[in-house]
């Protein structure tokens, strides 16, 4: 009878994963299209603030900056950074290096408020900027062309989730980051085109200003580090149905992190906010996520139990990698190979596993 339901488990769990792949993430082939031959429906652009919120950067912004001043765009932007309570004097360096330039405006942390990257976004409310805000990190680089592509999304959408790629280097931790990181990009972005949109990422997110306010969970959950955007979009989609951007022009690359442990840590901040979404969007991922974690698990077992049963698990699964390949080379231009995306996929479980507290009860305090 065990050995029944272990059966039963493994076919069960191949069924989702394939689900998802073909409803949730093959649409974003003709999203992608769609993105890159988008053309603008209107003369005017839209004025538009990028955000950068940051907390001891300052080798970073020496290098962003200069980016976002050459950005190509017909239209105004300014640029916010609003900073956390640094200590490695990144006032003081964004004055003597930029102050020249009128459109970089810098936000000195409130004293005796909250400390957290949640809090500063929360001040944003008091600064004054244009009407659409676009976010990024201070490590990450954005291409020539994305405010440019993101605005052409912004005419049509209230809230525009981007994309934003890890940039590819030696250390044996990028596989996995790549992996999570093209798997995390169509989970969001494909729900987001059901209609079930429930996160984004803060490296590169789209908002007018007035619908983001309108969120309550900015104050609600303000304790929380991570969230912003997160438990925002998650609050709005019902009124507000985020659009995505799959143009490899509003791509902003980040730099990764470069050993295990940094990365776990990040990701414990980042799933931390999951126990706060809405219960349909936490039956749905935890519905991916434990199958994901399943069929290895049901294929190590069945190994011992039904050989012939799992071999058709890995075979299944060797056709999964082809169509997941297959997706993340169209639409997000990156090419797994065969030995690095199995060891990604094996190690992503295990960090799966691992994260769970983090997900469901843990608190993380840090940023």
């Not at 200590?87 to 004055?95: L, M, Y």
């Not at 592509?149 to 981007?162: E, N, P, Y």
């Amino acid at each position: 009878m065990e050995i029944e339901s272990i059966k039963v488990v493994f076919v069960f769990v191949i069924i989702i994963q394939f689900l998802f792949l073909l409803i949730v993430f093959l649409p974003l082939h003709d999203a992608a299209y769609k993105n890159t031959h988008l053309e603008s429906i209107k003369l005017d652009w839209p004025d538009i603030s990028i955000l950068i919120i940051v907390k001891n950067e300052v080798a970073n912004l020496a290098d962003l900056i200069p980016h976002l001043l050459k950005l190509e765009y017909n239209g105004n932007f300014d640029i916010h950074i609003l900073d956390d309570n640094s200590t490695d004097g990144t006032h003081e360096f964004v004055q003597q290096r930029f102050g020249k330039y009128a459109q970089i405006h810098f936000h000195l942390s409130p004293n005796g408020v909250l400390t957290g990257k949640k809090q500063r976004l929360v001040d944003l409310a008091k600064i004054e900027t244009h009407k659409t805000v676009l976010l990024t990190d201070a490590d990450c680089r954005p291409g020539p062309k994305w405010l440019s592509s993101m605005a052409l999304c912004s005419m049509q959408h209230d809230i525009v989730l981007g994309y934003s790629p890890f940039y590819e280097d030696s250390q044996y931790i990028n596989n996995l980051i790549q992996f999570e990181t093209a798997l995390t990009g169509m989970m969001y972005s494909g729900l987001a085109l059901l209609g079930q949109a429930y996160m984004g990422v803060g490296r590169n997110i789209l908002y007018n200003r007035n619908v983001l306010f309108s969120s309550t969970n900015l104050n609600k959950y303000k304790e929380v580090l991570s969230g912003d955007d997160d438990l925002t979009v998650n609050e709005l989609k019902s009124t507000n149905s985020p659009g995505i951007n799959l143009d490899p022009a509003s791509f902003v690359h980040s730099i990764p992190k470069t050993n295990l442990t940094d990365w776990i840590r990040q990701k414990q901040r980042h799933v931390s906010t999951a126990k706060y979404y809405n219960i349909s969007d936490q039956v749905i991922l935890f519905s991916y996520y434990s199958s994901h974690v399943t069929w290895w698990m049901s294929i190590f077992i069945l190994i011992f139990v039904d050989l012939r049963l799992a071999v058709i698990g890995l075979l299944l699964k060797w056709i999964w990698y082809l169509i997941f390949r297959n997706i993340s080379r169209k639409v997000f231009k990156y090419v797994f190979a065969w030995n690095k995306i199995i060891c990604a996929d094996l190690l992503y479980s295990f960090c799966l596993v691992y994260l769970l507290p983090a997900a469901t009860i843990k608190k993380v305090l840090k940023w």
